[in-house]
């Protein structure tokens, strides 16, 4: 046979693989079927070990290895002003340190043998003249020793083992800990981090000769993440070799920056540690802040902290009352957007790829309806651009998109190095929710990974989304974090270890920032010993009453104040209340009872949001939600795809739309019985607006409760339903207000009426008020009318959809006691009155939902 004949039956065959290949995948395509299910797992699980073997065959034992010249990649020794580069870098093989769980998880036993010998055969593997940045290497290096040590020493130490673990166990019985001796020698070379004259560490150290040999300009920028993040991590190492200077440290940091957090209750994203002074005053979820609230929350589960919780609902309800873009019922997203400290205000246009792990953490919290509106902003980005640009315009204060910059200008940071938030929540999404569109997305992002980002050596990000640019690097949270994520989504039955009740259940384990899984129990608390004590080291920190009373009398001050409030928030709940009487009704005082709708969310975690609704067999509940396209039109400004990529939805390429999985999961949802939502609602024509009353400084000091029946009151005596709400003091309120007009569509997607407007206004218009026909200034109005124009197009009724964060559903009246109505200046109208019958006047205008109980003062 010539060569050129052996050329050609090649290709045959090639053609014949190929096409095999296609036949498969088109089979198995979003049907999620055990084969399918069995084959992402496999491919995943193949996309691992293409980087790792990439890893261990042209860069171990160097940091990284560079996917695309398959080169070992560390750090910049000769420009130590790359901290990008060289603040995750450390020349200790971060790859493997970061990746030693990965190996446990995705069952490599050999290469956790390999390199459990490397590391227990290099000790010394911190001592290394680098210069690095703390968080970075207590996240990654830190966060994945702990795990590992975790992993094998209280994972198999059951009774029973299932036989596939048995290697694990045998791993396990052979391992002295020597996992936690690294740990804790590298927690001695990044503590004197913490050691400052201000509380505040400075946010790099050099692993060899420690903080005085780092450049004092490197030292003035630390951010809120970097400094509070490593507290789980420090204070779970103390716990575990009983040396308490890593615990009382950090501790001593994340109660600084909480004490100093504003009147709002939120916190700055920058601070210089030297100077001891915040750089700014602008908060939001995202890069620099975003692992803070994580901490808060994980760090209460790990270590059972209601302190640290109390951080977190605090936050949250900051966050709700003064971020927040959407999200209320009717919305189909949310965003948290960038903020002032001070005023609440939005202060930037933009929010950033780390966000996108908010989700997950909504998750873990009981948030999922917010959960699920945060998330599907993200994936609206993945649909445009295949990735996540790490900053995205999200609207356009200034008006600057014009013609052929749009692309330019939607995206403020150009570049996406594969980074895990968006999978990470998406995988907490479907744990919650095992609705198959999470799947979905899951299957596109694996595709991408083997068609778009794979190389020779591993994985390459995106350099500039814009015009498809690729990187040269492979961070070690891609196999640590992203592919590991992925892997776990697609273990629908539980049968990674992780996922076992059996080896699991009992243990009150989260993901780290890094997904490295940690936990502690008290089993676990070691005893102070001669083998966690440094000698050699001055700056060891002993566990005296002296040194503990600065962050003592920190915690004892916030405790104290935390009682009080619990206290005050138990007297809230269920005591009862006492509103005057109205003429026609007659309200006991035992009849009603209320609680603060913030603080209630926290009670328990949603199972089953409203929207979307537990899917049965080949059915996806978002195509049950009516507000599933409303994003696209919400930002279509800012949502443009790259000209490389294609430009139609119905390629495959938008997930909500893939053909194979639409056909699947609506086949059996009939049009008749149950609508399929493939638009949005009608868009709101309405004007909505917010309002500022009184000191905004104040806002935390009001009182907002939902008001609920006591079980045997008739309802029908009380014109109070189940669920409205008591403000009894209109001050310090910040409120979403919506113009009602007749002829527009409002947020719930209801077009106004003339009569709808008159129903409303009836008492004021038919009896001696602000808004009679009878008043100058209505007739003013009349008088100006053009020739021909009849009726009263332009009269007004205003709604609350919002007050201080919390959402007013439709229907829902908020009650509050007489006032005196506010005094107008010369010339102008009241601000704020009360209307004939009990209703609030706001500018002359009727509020739809807001009432007097009990008539005017």
């Known amino acids: 046979m010539s060569l050129h004949t052996g050329g050609y039956v090649f290709r045959i065959v090639l053609i014949l693989l190929v096409s095999i290949g296609q036949i498969i995948c088109q089979e198995f395509n979003s049907s999620f079927t055990p084969d399918h299910i069995h084959y992402l797992q496999l491919e995943t699980k193949n996309q691992f070990l293409h980087a790792w073997n990439s890893y261990k065959d042209y860069g171990f034992p160097a940091d990284e290895v560079r996917p695309i010249t398959c080169e070992p990649y560390g750090p910049d020794y000769k420009n130590i002003d790359d901290t990008v580069r060289n603040d995750a870098l450390g020349n200790v093989s971060s790859t493997l340190l970061d990746n030693i769980d990965s190996l446990v998880i995705f069952e490599l036993w050999d290469d956790l043998e390999f390199m459990l010998d490397y590391l227990n055969s290099n000790r010394d593997i911190f001592n290394q003249d680098t210069i690095v940045q703390v968080f970075e290497l207590s996240i990654r290096s830190l966060g994945g020793l702990l795990s590992a040590h975790l992993l094998l020493t209280d994972v198999t130490n059951k009774q029973r083992i299932p036989e596939k673990y048995l290697r694990l166990k045998k791993i396990s019985d052979n391992y002295d800990g ?67 200077q890593f615990e009382h440290l950090s501790q001593m940091t994340f109660w600084k920056l909480w004490a100093s957090k504003s009147k709002l209750n939120l916190l700055p994203m920058t601070i210089d540690p ?35 919780w109390s951080v977190f609902k605090t936050s949250y309800k900051a966050l709700l009352a003064h971020s927040v873009q959407g999200g209320a019922p009717n919305d189909g997203s949310m965003i948290f957007s960038n903020i002032g400290i001070h005023d609440g205000i939005i202060v930037s246009d933009w929010i950033d790829s780390l966000g996108a792990f908010w989700s997950g953490l909504q998750v873990l919290t009981g948030q999922l309806s917010d959960a699920i509106k945060t998330h599907v902003v993200y994936l609206k980005l993945w649909d445009y651009y295949e990735s996540i640009p790490e900053r995205w315009v999200f609207a356009h204060f200034n008006n600057r998109v014009k013609g052929s910059n749009k692309l330019k200008n939607s995206i403020a940071l150009e570049w996406y190095p594969l980074r895990p938030e968006f999978i990470e929540s998406t995988y907490y999404l479907y744990r919650a929710t095992r609705d198959p569109m999470y799947l979905q997305i899951g299957e596109r992002i694996l595709n991408l990974f083997k068609n778009k980002f794979k190389r020779k050596c591993g994985f390459s990000g995106i350099q500039d989304i814009r015009n498809g640019q690729i990187q040269n690097r492979m961070e070690t949270f891609v196999m640590g974090e992203t592919l590991k994520y992925l892997y776990l989504l697609f273990d629908v039955n539980d049968e990674i270890f992780l996922h076992d009740d059996y080896l699991m259940g009992s243990k009150n384990w989260i993901f780290s920032t890094e997904a490295h899984p940690l936990w502690f129990n008290k089993k676990m608390q070691a005893k102070t010993s001669t083998n966690y004590t440094d000698q050699d080291n001055q700056d060891t920190v002993k566990l005296n009453k002296k040194l503990y009373s600065p962050v003592l009398s920190l915690i004892h001050s916030y405790d104290s104040r935390r009682e009080n409030l619990f206290q005050a928030e138990d007297r809230v709940y269920y005591r009862n209340i006492t509103l005057p009487p109205v003429n026609r009704y007659s309200l006991p005082s035992d009849t009603l009872y209320k609680k603060d709708p913030l603080v209630d969310r926290f009670d328990t975690c949603e199972l089953n949001p409203l929207t979307i609704k537990p899917t049965a067999f080949l059915q996806s509940g978002y195509y049950e939600w009516n507000r599933l396209f409303m994003a696209d039109h919400t930002f279509g400004g800012t949502l443009i795809r790259p000209p490389y990529l294609s430009q139609s939805q119905l390629d495959n390429t938008y997930i909500e739309l893939t053909r194979t999985f639409f056909d699947k999961f609506t086949m059996f949802t009939g049009k008749n019985e149950r609508g399929l939502y493939l638009q949005s609602p009608r868009i709101s024509t309405t004007e909505k607006y917010e309002l500022f009353m009184g000191d905004i400084k104040e806002i935390n000091e009001v009182e907002i409760t939902q008001l609920y029946f006591k079980h045997n009151h008739n309802v029908s005596s009380t014109p109070v339903l189940e669920g409205d709400f008591w403000i009894p003091e209109i001050r310090a309120l910040k409120v979403l207000i919506e113009k009602l007009v007749a002829n527009r569509v409002d947020s719930n997607d209801r077009v106004i009426t003339h009569k709808y407007i008159e129903s409303v206004r009836v008492d004021d218009y038919n009896e001696e008020g602000v808004c009679s026909p009878d008043n100058q200034q209505y007739q003013q109005y009349q008088n100006q009318k053009p020739i021909g124009h009849t009726g009263r197009d332009i009269d007004i009724v205003l709604r609350v959809l919002k007050v201080n964060g919390i959402d007013i559903p439709p229907g829902a009246i908020i009650w509050t006691l007489p006032f005196i109505p506010h005094a107008p200046e010369p010339g102008k109208e009241s601000l704020i ?25």
């Open 274 to 308: 030297i100077d001891n002074q915040w750089k700014d005053a602008i908060s939001g979820i995202g890069a620099s802040i975003d692992s803070f609230y994580e901490y808060a929350a994980k760090a209460a589960i790990v270590f059972n902290d209601k302190y640290m």
């Open 178 to 244: 020597f996992l936690l001796d690294l740990a804790y020698d590298l927690g001695l070379r990044i503590i004197p981090a913490y050691k400052t004259s201000s509380r505040i560490p400075v946010p790099r150290i050099n692993l060899a000769k420690g903080v005085l040999n780092v450049p004092a300009y490197l030292q003035r920028d630390a951010c809120t993440s970097g400094a509070a993040t490593p507290v789980l991590e420090l204070t779970l190492l103390s716990r575990l070799t009983g040396d308490p």
């Open 833 to 857: 009155s009360i209307a004939s019958d009990n209703r609030v006047i706001l500018q002359g205008n009727v509020i739809e939902n807001v009432m007097v109980w009990g008539g005017s003062a």
